[in-house]
């Protein structure tokens, strides 16, 4: 197949769009490791990237004039940022109704959380929709369509009724659920088949993949066939082979390190130990999301207090909360019982001259965040579930010293790949997770050095450059007999 354009298309752009006080708009460069890794190979190939940019009709702009606002403040990119306008009601239905009151607890394994409505699955159908009609206006022949996410499910299914046969990806961000939980979706099968209209379907881990796969077999009736490597698996359709696989996504590991190791993050990075001398910090940094396990954390952090009495005095949680959806009454419920905990137990425990947990609820700018990065000794990452979490890649790509160590929950997707070099716990066990806070407090230096240096040389290995490099090229096999293995990786995935 000769190599085409590349057609990117995300629930949002790579650009921010925000309505001033005077009503004109200001637009900024989006952030974020995804960003990163697909602004140089768009660049090089040439494309578009196509997505909503978080503002919506009633908010008094055309996509013409988001289109020329968009032109005059992204110079010299190399590709094309096509923008869509939802409406109230489409954001309201399809983005914070299906997406991110089915399809998110749903795929977390949150389903008392869920909140079933028809009206939220239609309006989600005619944005995929809207979103595929601007995909067919901007699409030539050749050109490798990369889709991206649960918001955008039946984008193929759209294009496939439409007589287009360009070659499709779709990568699922987040875990995708076992069969007893997602057989309790209403649109279960229409779900499964349209996502059999993409050439190519990849997940975080190989528990996703094998997940999906046996939706497939016992919801649709689907006989899988097994062909090719254990991690890469044909699915033979109706209209198509059909390529199933794991990409575990990563980050800039470069980048990280070397902005760990400027002077600005040093002096910021001696400042924080200056003003905490004598004591090792345990950082905790999550989005505001009840998957994020934030509850449990800061109990398990109060028993290993109660636990250890040693630990008082000598440790200190820094637990940075990113403000996430704050309007929503679950999420500021969650954020008010997170900060009554944290009153509850510094009212408990401090004494002159140490506070058990410093809460911070903002985002951090780059440089402060390496500082916290290079300046704590362990990362306390214990999410309920999660697709990857690359706060501990993050981490890991800056502890320049190697002296950090990590505790990560086992239902993370980070802990296939760091599983080993991890102290991996459940967070639901608060007293098991307590022990291994006290564990990592007293763990030998050289036994730190060893495990963090194996994470980060496969944090650098397999790095978003290597995860884009591999989708692409499973994505442009026509069929199994074309394909080519990609080459296994060699941590125990």
Known sequence: MSEGRLIIVSNRLPVVIDKKKDGSFSISAGKGGL?????????????????????????????????????????????????????????????????????????????????????????????????????????????????????????????????????????????????????????????????????????????????????????????????????????????????????????????????ADSANVAERAWFLHENLPNRKLILGIDRLDYTKGIPFKLKAFARALEKYPDMQKKVSLVQILVPSRVYIPKYKELKDNIERMVGEINGRFTELGWVPIYYIFRSLKREELLAYYRTSEIALVTPLKDGMNLVVKEFCAANIEETGIVILSEFAGASAQLGKEC?????????????????????????????????????????????VDNFIKAGVYQSYEEYIPIKDFDFDY
């Open 423 to 467: 102290l991996l716990v459940n967070p639901f066990d608060v007293e098991k997770t307590a022990d291994t806070i006290y564990e990592a407090y007293k763990m030998d230096y050289k036994i730190k050095r060893k495990k963090m240096k194996k994470m980060r040389n496969s944090i650098k290995k397999y790095d978003i450059f290597w995860w």
């Open 35 to 259: 960003v990163t890794a697909m602004a140089p190979v768009l660049k090089n190939r040439g494309g578009v990237w196509i997505g909503w940019p978080g503002i919506i009709e009633e908010d008094g702009i055309t996509e013409q004039n988001l289109g020329e606002l968009i032109s005059k403040g992204v110079k010299d990119s190399g590709y094309e940022l096509e923008p869509i306008i939802l409406t109230k009601k489409e954001r309201d239905n399809y983005y914070e109704g299906f997406s991110n009151e089915i399809i998110w607890p749903l795929f977390h394994d949150l389903i008392s959380l869920c909140n079933f409505k028809d009206k939220y699955w239609e309006t989600y159908l005619s944005v995929n929709k809207k979103i595929s009609n601007k995909i067919m206006s901007k699409i030539i022949k050749d050109d490798f369509i990369w889709v991206h996410d649960y918001h955008l499910l039946n984008v193929a299914s759209e294009l496939r009724q439409k007589g287009y046969n360009n070659r499709i990806g779709f990568f699922l961000h987040i875990p995708f659920p076992s069969l007893d939980i997602f057989s309790k979706l209403p649109w279960r099968k229409k779900i499964l088949e349209s996502l059999l209209e993409y050439d190519l379907i990849g997940f975080q881990t190989p528990r996703d993949k094998r997940n999906f796969l046996q939706c497939v077999r016992r919801i649709l009736r689907n006989k899988v066939q097994a062909r090719g490597r254990e991690n890469l698996v044909f699915i033979k359709s109706q209209s198509r082979d059909v390529l199933v696989g794991s990409f575990p996504i990563s980050i800039d590991y470069e980048a990280f390190k070397d902005g």
